[in-house]
């Protein structure tokens, strides 16, 4: 059954989607991670789309690769690649013609597959993620270690999420922080903040509390679904046929148990908290 689906458009298919999901492989890894912010999100996807981009100039080359392995694979399989019958009027699939009407296979599958498939997920990319650059225009000024004047990102920034705070004594807070950033450049021990938690560390409070309020925020900013999705993927472990009747308080207990595997409870920690509740004979050890 299933060597009969298998034909040259999906052998080619199989091939044109294992070299572009592997260049978005690292872009998958990373968008896992719990404690990714949106700068450094917007810095990776910038670099995926741009390999991207290199790949789709360079089809011509990268594809007769991809062409020649699924060659390999069709020989395996007793399967000849060659181009579906071309009209002059098709409606239910690729239909590209040549000059001559004399399209090879490599020519005619780089034209109807690999071609298409990587514009679309370069679109899919900066839909899903370079969106996200309108938000972080204003927060990019922070990461900045220039003495710039131009201030036009920052004030709509204040505006939005520090309303009441004056937008000069802001600004020259920022002027202040820049100079801090440019002072941490020129060290040989310290490099310039990657991330908003990094910059978070070097940011006093006290010091710089408009600042700092500003990063709080850009580390709070949701990325993507990750976490929610682990939550829901511990609710149906922990939520099981057997379990259905489960209380609120056991079952949100359990969830978190099963959430935050990670932190060690002795058994010590678990009677002691049992013995804080009431009972109707004491618990004793």
């Not at 690769?65 to 694979?73: L, S, T, V």
């Not at 520090?162 to 950033?181: G, Y």
């Not at 939520?239 to 002795?266: A, C, P």
């Amino acid at each position: 059954m299933l060597l009969k689906a298998m034909d040259s458009e999906f052998l080619i298919s199989l091939q044109v989607i294992k070299v572009i999901f592997s260049f978005g492989l690292p872009l998958c890894k990373q968008l896992q991670k719990k404690n990714i912010d949106l700068k450094e999100m917007i810095t990776l996807a910038n670099l995926s789309i741009t390999v991207l981009e290199n790949l789709r100039e360079n089809v011509n080359e990268e594809f007769k690769k991809m062409f020649e392995e699924a060659q390999r694979m069709a020989e395996i399989l007793s399967i000849e690649i060659s181009v579906k019958r071309i009209t002059h009027r098709q409606k239910n699939r690729s239909n590209y013609l040549s000059l001559n009407n004399d399209l090879i296979p490599e020519d005619y599958y780089r034209i109807s597959i690999c071609i298409p498939f990587i514009e679309s997920f370069i679109s899919q990319i900066k839909d899903r993620f370079l969106t996200h650059q309108n938000i972080f225009k204003g927060f990019q000024c922070l990461f900045d270690d220039t003495n710039s004047s131009n201030n036009a990102d920052f004030e709509p920034l204040i505006n939005f999420y520090l309303p009441h705070i004056d937008i000069t004594t802001a600004t020259c807070e920022l002027q202040i922080w820049k100079e801090k950033m440019k002072r941490m450049v020129t060290k040989d021990d310290e490099m310039l903040p990657s991330n908003a938690l990094h910059a978070v560390k070097h940011c006093d409070p006290v010091i710089f509390p408009n600042i700092f309020v500003l990063l709080k925020v850009l580390c709070t900013l949701s990325v993507s679904i990750a976490t929610p999705e682990r939550s829901f993927s511990s609710l149906k472990r922990v939520k099981s046929y057997l379990r259905n009747s489960m209380k609120e308080d056991s079952f949100n207990g359990l969830v978190l148990l099963s959430y935050y595997r990670n932190i060690e409870i002795t058994p010590e920690e678990i009677l002691d908290e049992m013995a804080k509740k009431l009972r109707k004979i004491d618990l004793l050890l």
